[in-house]
């Protein structure tokens, strides 16, 4: 289905309305969120999840496909268009995966077994952590949670609108997630202080003191900047699944993923 949001401006924590006229979203694009700790990042997308009419702090207004949406729209969780991801994902309850899988699945009229496989092979991409069908959905690490809620928005969900607070904090894979992402119909909007998600995605807003004060098309310039900070990403995620596996990262270790190192300190093994 065609989806457009527009975010039009509100004000920054003085007072001051913010310098855009209007920041148009279409289907397949993605948004990155970035901005130093408290400068409104996360108020930014949550305006948009509550569809906000001018009744939120920042008095910004959304709207859908060039109209403001109805009270149904936007309160009844089955018409709204919008899936979240936060910081905080927590599932309460004590399904299995598979079961809360088929639940959402069937609530949507999509349930089949080939839904939550291709879910649950889905989220195992995102992460380390293999997650089975019948594992609790209470148990699963941080990480485990993002990587199946992610996978369940992407398969399962009907949203067309995808929100996600700080992914790269949940020791998932985020470079699958973007490739993932980047292939789908959806606006993806990230609030991130990644640098490599940041230069990724399609627009990249920049917040300070509560307002937008820039936007930036992705550019062409920024391209070998992406891949060489993909390189160096990829090596640090090597890296740490060697220490949380409990290796000892050695210089000639480091040498054989071609990072350079200088003389070696003389160090005591305690």
């Given amino acids: ?129 293999k997650i089975s069908r019948k594992m609790r959905v209470t148990t699963l690490s941080g990480g485990q949670t993002r990587s199946l809620m992610i996978a369940d928005a992407i398969v399962v969900g009907a949203a067309p609108i995808v929100l996600l607070d700080e992914v790269e904090n949940a020791g998932i894979f985020k470079h699958k997630v973007m490739d993932t992402i980047k292939k789908s119909d959806k606006i993806i909007l990230f609030v991130t202080h990644d640098p490599v998600i940041a230069i990724l995605t399609d627009i990249r807003i920049v917040m300070s003191n509560g307002a937008v004060t820039k936007i930036i098309q992705q550019n062409k310039s920024e391209v070998w900047a992406a891949e060489a900070l993909i390189d160096l990403d990829l090596k640090m995620s090597t890296i740490r699944e060697e220490l949380r596996e409990g290796n000892i990262i050695s210089r000639e270790y480091l040498g054989l993923l071609g990072i350079k190192t200088t003389s070696m300190p003389r160090t005591e093994v305690i």
């Fill in 1 to 129: 289905m065609p989806m457009e949001l527009t975010v039009l401006p509100g004000m920054d924590k003085k007072g001051n309305r913010e310098s855009f006229e209007a920041i148009n979203f279409k289907n397949g694009t993605s948004i990155s969120i970035v901005g130093a700790t408290g400068s409104g990042k996360t108020a930014f997308i949550n305006d948009i999840e509550l569809l906000a009419q001018g009744d939120t702090i920042t008095g910004r207004k959304i709207l859908i496909n060039g109209g403001s949406p109805s009270e149904e729209y936007r309160h009844n969780p089955a018409e709204k268009p919008i899936a979240m991801i936060t910081q905080n994902t927590k599932c309460f309850t004590d399904l299995s995966v598979e079961d809360f899988i088929y639940t959402h699945a069937k609530a949507r009229e999509k349930a089949s077994q080939a839904i939550i496989d291709r879910t649950i092979n889905l989220a195992n991409e995102f992460t380390g952590e």
